[in-house]
Nanobody
Framework: VQLQASGGGLVQAGVSLRLSCAAS????????MGWFRQTPGKGREFVAS????????YYADSAEGRFTISRDIAKNTVYLQMNSLKPEDTAVYYC??????????????WGQGTQVTVSS
């Protein structure tokens, strides 16, 4: 499974941004997909995930109510809609795929990161 993330950028606080992660590979639609983020000096932090069917989603407290994860199975793409962005959302965002929908253990596949910078 290969994951290609895109959509990051520099935005002002309060605006919205949508990240995309295009997945490829024969078995990609059997995996849950999700997003993590990382700031300098810290480990990767779980943001959100979605089951391979798209029927269940999971969010970190920091994302709940502001971020929405979704997936388009036909396009093998997962999205992270981020609204009301805050400066503390600034991070490198990584796409992930794993058998576990909650993504609390070792993650099997990582994409490259995409930088999100939110200015105040």
């Amino acid at each position: 499974v290969q994951l290609q993330a895109s959509g990051g950028g520099l935005v002002q606080a309060g605006v919205s941004l949508r990240l995309s992660c295009a997945a490829s590979g024969r078995t990609v639609n059997s995996y849950a997909m999700g997003w993590f983020r990382q700031t300098p000096g810290k480990g990767r932090e779980f943001v959100a995930s979605i089951t391979w069917t798209g029927r269940s989603t999971y969010y970190a407290d920091s994302a709940e109510g502001r971020f929405t994860i979704s997936r388009d199975i036909a396009k093998n793409t997962v999205y992270l809609q981020m609204n009301s962005l805050k400066p503390e959302d600034t991070a490198v965002y990584y796409c992930a795929a794993d058998a576990s929908p909650t993504m609390k253990g070792h993650i099997r596949y990582w994409g490259q990161g995409t930088q999100v910078t939110v200015s105040s």
